[in-house]
């Protein structure tokens, strides 16, 4: 079945450094638009970074510098590093993948459960 499984979080102190991953199944990563997005307790989600299929990556202005985004086809997962990290940074992170056409129609929609990560000393 379709399914995309995030893991990876915890506890961070300030200034530290974490790797979260998406696994997916049931479908290959490399078809697809892979994008993190993060929720902070009663904020709204917003987009962290996205990755292409053709492998061109975008970041939000407030992790410019500090995340990076790559792809392991043959273990067909994403994985999102995150560094220097802050407080601010303290959310629930979720894995989308999106398959979109040329046309910029929607064709499949997928979401993980999410994994927490709370920076904190």
């Known amino acids: 079945q379709v399914q995309l499984v995030e893991s990876g979080g915890g506890l961070v102190q300030p200034g530290g450094s974490v790797r979260v991953s998406c696994a997916a199944s049931?479908?290959?990563?490399?078809?697809?638009?892979l994008t993190w997005y993060r929720q902070a307790a009663e904020k709204e989600r917003e987009l962290v970074a996205a990755?292409?299929?053709?492998?061109?990556?975008d970041f939000a202005d407030s992790v410019k510098g500090r995340f990076t985004l790559s792809r392991d086809n043959a273990k067909n997962t994403v994985y999102l590093q995150m560094n220097s990290l802050k407080p601010e940074d303290t959310a629930v992170y979720y894995c989308?993948?999106?398959?979109?056409?040329?046309?910029?129609?929607?064709?499949?929609?997928?979401w993980g459960q999410g994994t927490q990560v709370t920076v904190s000393s």
């Open positions: 989308n993948a999106k398959l979109i056409v040329e046309s910029g129609r929607l064709l499949a929609d997928y």
């Open positions: 049931g479908f290959s990563v490399s078809d697809y638009v």
């Open positions: 990755l292409k299929t053709g492998g061109m990556t």
